[in-house]
């Protein structure tokens, strides 16, 4: 007997979702953004010129400002004033609508000794970008290299050139053609020369190339790759000829501070000749206990602010390994002012570790990998005054159709909560700043004023807790019936409510879609909708076009969608795998797909809920995905609308503590919240 319900098809009218948030505003009026602007101190500063897609208004004595504006998917706001650093914020307009104003926004004065620091992660622009899978569209032409290479940095331009040094990690050699010297490895990256402009017009000053990438093609892509920097006159460390120019720091003079900009990668590499430069041969500068503490300590003993960045651990975990933490903090205890590490291409947490802060993995900033959990990054703001951490900000960034664009709404709140979740366990308190995140010298916590919910599970069992802020963690969750359960998890999903499908002309590359489907209004609680066509006698499939490759083996899951349509169709549910070793594409032909569920989808002018409960593949299998067959067996066309499609991880099993109980900070990242039932009344949730 199964006490949690009933395990027949769960198939109903939507349930409606109960938020106390603010109504939206009506399509037809305007936006009223009314703020204040103040400096690190919080003092008003008149005469600041905000600009909020292309309208500009100026701050007056205290600080205050008011712009109407007229109603658009998304606003970018930027904050000038001569002596100041320039700020700026991307808002959706549901965000905007709802931005809590009652802290200024802060503007960091330009003064001596003061150097303020811009970090992307891992870069490169090749491989997909010119030969995409599937029949997505071709983002770098032959033709047109460099105009498309601009395209993609265009929307981060903006958050990197307010830097007075911003900086990525160069992940690729630089060629016009693939170089003929190829190492033997699994994964090669080269890119176009073009790069390099593409990015010095998107504002950044330096590159690192200590990475596993920096000798694929050995010397002969080296020796292009450092003469296209050389003459482009991009800056550089991280790599040389010999291992004594690959140790070498880059020297560069700022606001009256020396810096030396050192780069490493900490492992050799299996094959030969390795990846790592020696005195005989070219590479990356190889980041081991030695090297580092010494390169450090003799960078600072030259009365250089030593700068490191460093690329190891490994992939697609949540921590750095202990190999990669220890060299980090060793660094620190020989004077490294600042460390940014990347490698694992999703984020981990930050640490100030004795009043220095180290980025344990930035994740991807421009970067061609097709699964989700590598989607979500951030650009790392950081000011050092005179040599020591005085505050750093944190960006939100969605690598949306391989492009950095600032993260907004639910990518925001996934890209911004497991950075500061991952941070907290190092003691290092992450604040929400106008939806940006902040750390400040003090080290601070601050406490959310609480928020209350409540989620009407009467037709559905799986729900997204609607938070108002990224910054939120659920403190209670009371449920309204003693035989209820509930438990929390986490939308595999980027991209699920379609709202932003196409914005920054950069469609969603997530989603398997048939042949006829577009993009429709009024969707479930939301604007759009995405309206599949099934011809008659035939079928559609949809679902995640990527396989999932970052998820957790053997773990309850559930795919829950809001459906209606104006025919009846069956609706199949499947997961589909792919094998530990097997190739790619040949998963995606020759996979067998895994029948989980049907359905019967009856026609209505009313949302219904499908939700099907299955669990993650155990062993032998790398990655998985979810898909949805529509059948049509009738005589006409069937429109079927789709909306809110989520493939929920659940990481609590069921519970009635009125104080969630998580094993780990998978919990406390929670952004789903299940029921074991349906229930007339009300889950109420509060969060702080």
Known sequence: MNIFGSSLPKLSTTAVLFATLAPSFASNAATHFEAAVADENNRPIKDVEITVNGKKVSSSKNGKFKLALPEQDYYQVEFSKANYYSRVHTYSHEELANLNTAEPFQLIKKKAGRVMFAFGGDVMMGRRYYKPYFDDPVLIKPDSILQDSKALVEHVKPYMSVADVAAVNLETQLSAHEPSQRMNKSVTFYSAPETIEALQWAGVDYVTLGNNHTYDYMDEGLISTLNALDKAELPYSGAGY??????????????????????????????????????????????????????????????????????????????????????????????????????????????????????????????????????HSYILYVWLDDGEFSRAELVPIYVRDYKPTPAMDNERNRALTRIATLSAKR??????????????????????????????????????????????????????????????????????????????????????????????????????????????????????????????????????????????????????????????????????????????????????????????????????????????????????LLDNFALVEWHTAFQQNVKPFTLDEDGQMADYIGVSKTVGKAVRINSH
């Open 242 to 375: 010999n291992e004594a120019q690959a140790l070498k720091p880059h020297q560069m003079k700022v606001n009256g501070q020396a810096l030396g900009l050192l780069g490493y990668v900490g492992w050799h590499g299996s094959k030969k000749p390795t990846q790592t430069a020696d005195a005989n041969q070219g590479g990356a500068a190889f980041g081991n206990m030695k090297n580092i503490t010494e390169s450090v300590s003799n960078a600072k003993q030259q009365g250089m602010l030593p700068i490191v960045q460093y690329h190891g651990g490994l992939e697609y975990v949540k921590e750095p390994t202990g190999v990669t933490e220890q060299r980090l903090k060793s660094a620190v205890n020989e004077g490294a002012a600042l460390i940014v590490a990347h490698h694992p291409h999703v984020t981990q947490g930050i640490e100030l570790y004795q009043g220095k802060l180290i980025a344990y993995s930035m994740g991807n900033f421009i970067f061609d990998q097709n699964f989700s959990a590598t989607q």
């Open 427 to 640: 003691n290092t308190h992450i604040i929400d700043h106008h939806g940006h995140g902040v750390i400040y010298a003090s080290n601070t916590a601050k406490d959310n004023s609480q928020q209350k919910y409540t989620v009407d599970f009467s037709q559905q069992t799986t729900a997204a807790i609607p938070y108002k802020t990224w910054s939120e963690n659920i403190s209670t969750v009371k449920l309204p019936d003693a035989s209820l359960y509930y438990r929390l998890g986490n939308n595999l999903v980027n991209g699920s409510d379609f709202e932003q499908f196409k914005w920054f002309d950069s469609p969603e590359r997530n989603f398997k879609l048939p042949d006829n489907w577009q993009l429709v209004p009024n969707g479930h609680q939301s604007d759009q909708a995405m309206q599949i066509t099934v011809d008659n006698k035939s079928s559609s499939l949809f679902g995640m076009k990527h396989f999932r490759r970052v998820y957790t083996a053997d773990n309850p899951m559930t795919m829950s969608v809001q459906a209606k349509t104006d025919k009846p169709v069956k609706v199949n549910v499947y997961w589909q795998g792919r094998r530990s070793g097997q190739k790619l594409l040949d998963a995606y032909a020759t996979s067998p797909k895994q029948f989980i569920q049907s359905f019967e989808l009856t026609k209505s002018l009313d949302w219904q809920a499908l939700e099907v409960e299955f669990d993650s593949p155990r062993i032998r299998y790398r990655s998985y995905r979810v898909l949805v067959e529509f059948e049509n067996m009738g005589n006409d066309d069937a429109n079927v």
